[in-house]
């Protein structure tokens, strides 16, 4: 591939969630979850970035970064329902203050997995109660930090939450029920709708520039067995309700699943400004009639002639695929920001790799015409990978957690390199 230069003013930067870097998270469902044993281990102090976050910015910015998402702890903002607390507030202001001291467009998401305990005490996002909860919630912190902040996620991977919460039961509240799993996606769906409103509103009111979305899941299900009708049957139908089917629900406010009447999720507005965009590779689904709500379950990669690479997790590592998923967007032709693409792995060059050939199909996909305007790597520092605890390392800096010291990692610095000169160098292959 020829060099490639990204178009002006593109974002480069890194990703990372509250409750997975801060530290002390005591008041959210995570914590609750964590003492209770059902992780690998607990997230206790995680990377202190609580304490740490201008140290972490320094780095970053010597690294080229022009951008940096987070996202802000709704059990520590909203401790008690209807009670928001000025000191987390203001701790959050010094956070979104200090990226721009260091030239970093901060990128908020407001929900990241984590909920305060009063609100899943009175059943969390199976309750339609969350989505006026929400709301409010996105309206006090846009109040709060609108002025500093132009980039908006109202719920990271919505789709991801409800399987692993509610399908899956491997995160609070560990249900796993089909009709709670559909609930909760139609009030991710509405609380969406009505956060990016309310931020809207707000920043109008204020004279500020609000740019609001969510950061979309993304990914390829290939049947595990090309020549089985039932796999590609179990393919098929994860493509259109995981994939294009919640993405048109979010635009259009008409959500349609399998088996189930269409449904109005909110007025029909649009509701995204630009499309986030996470990806991390392909999933292979083999047909089973019981369990899955595709009418499949993945199946591993361990064998699959068609994985060809693997990340310390056992992941399919695909990069075309993230030109497949940039793809989809362009029906709706609305600018696209990779809100997250990593790699866990002890091999860092292997990392390296990971990123260059990521962001090789991410420029094919901008010469296919998708307007992409940025690519946050998945993550600044190695975090706390929720059930898995502290094993897998995604970080392009390196934690020692029980120093809390970081090394910034080779890998960092080749893709420095490319967010300095907004360029890919040439590459045979
Ligand atoms: C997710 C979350 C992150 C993960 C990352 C690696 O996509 O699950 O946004 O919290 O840590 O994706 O799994």
């Keep these: 591939m020829a060099e490639f230069t990204f178009p002006t003013g593109f974002l480069w930067g890194s990703a990372t969630s509250a409750h997975q870097v801060e530290g002390n998270n005591t008041n959210s469902d995570w914590w609750a979850w964590e003492q209770a044993g059902k992780v690998a281990e607990p997230s206790g102090l995680a990377c202190d970035q609580y304490q740490r976050f201008r140290d972490d910015f320094d780095v970053a910015q010597s690294l080229s970064h022009n951008a940096h998402r987070l996202s802000v702890e709704w059990s520590r903002i909203e401790p008690e329902e209807g ?7 203001a701790h959050y202001r010094e956070v979104v ?17 984590t909920n305060p305990l009063w609100l899943t005490k009175q059943g969390g996002w ?3 109660k969350v989505v006026d909860c929400f709301a409010r919630f996105a309206q006090r912190v846009v109040e709060s930090l609108g002025d500093q902040v132009s980039y908006w996620l109202t719920i990271n991977e919505p789709m991801v939450y409800a399987v692993m919460h509610y399908l899956d039961g491997v995160g609070p509240p560990g249900e796993q029920s089909l009709p709670a799993f559909l609930r909760v996606i139609e009030h991710e769906l509405r609380a969406h709708a009505a956060g990016y409103h309310a931020v809207h509103a707000v920043a109008s009111a204020q004279g500020w520039t609000a740019r609001v979305s969510l950061a979309n899941h993304a990914q390829p299900f290939p049947p595990c067995r090309r020549w089985h009708p039932l796999d590609r049957f179990a393919a098929t139908l994860a493509e259109r309700t995981y994939n294009q089917g919640f993405l048109e629900a979010v635009m259009s406010g008409r959500w349609r699943f399998p088996g189930r009447r269409t449904m109005r999720v909110h007025d029909g507005r649009p509701t995204m400004d630009f499309i986030g965009m996470n990806y991390y590779g392909r999933v292979f689904l083999r047909s089973a009639w019981r369990g899955s709500p595709w009418w499949g379950h993945r199946c591993s990669t361990q064998h699959h002639p068609e994985v060809t690479e693997r990340n310390f997790l056992e992941w399919d590592v695909y990069p075309p695929g993230i030109r497949q998923i940039l793809r989809w967007a362009l029906p709706y032709r609305l600018p696209v920001l990779i809100t997250e693409n990593g790699i866990c792995t002890t091999d860092d060059r292997q990392r390296e790799r990971f990123i260059l050939n990521h962001l090789r199909w991410v420029a094919r996909a901008i010469q296919d015409g998708v307007p992409v305007i940025g690519y946050l790597y998945w993550s600044l ?22 120093t809390q010291a970081r090394r910034v990692r080779d890998s960092a610095r080749r893709f420095a390199e490319v967010c300095r000169t907004n360029r890919l160098p040439e590459h045979n292959g």
């Excluded at 009670?83 to 507030?89: K, L, V």
């Excluded at 094993?391 to 957690?401: A, K, M, N, S, T």
């Design 381 to 402: 520092i190695d975090n706390f990978e929720w059930a898995k605890g502290y094993i897998p390392r995604f970080g392009l800096v390196e934690v020692d957690y029980v």
């Design 126 to 128: 199976a309750n339609p």
């Design 97 to 113: 203050t200090a990226l721009r001291q260091r030239g970093l467009e901060p990128i908020v998401s407001l929900h990241h997995y």
């Design 83 to 89: 009670r928001f607390s000025d000191e987390a507030i």
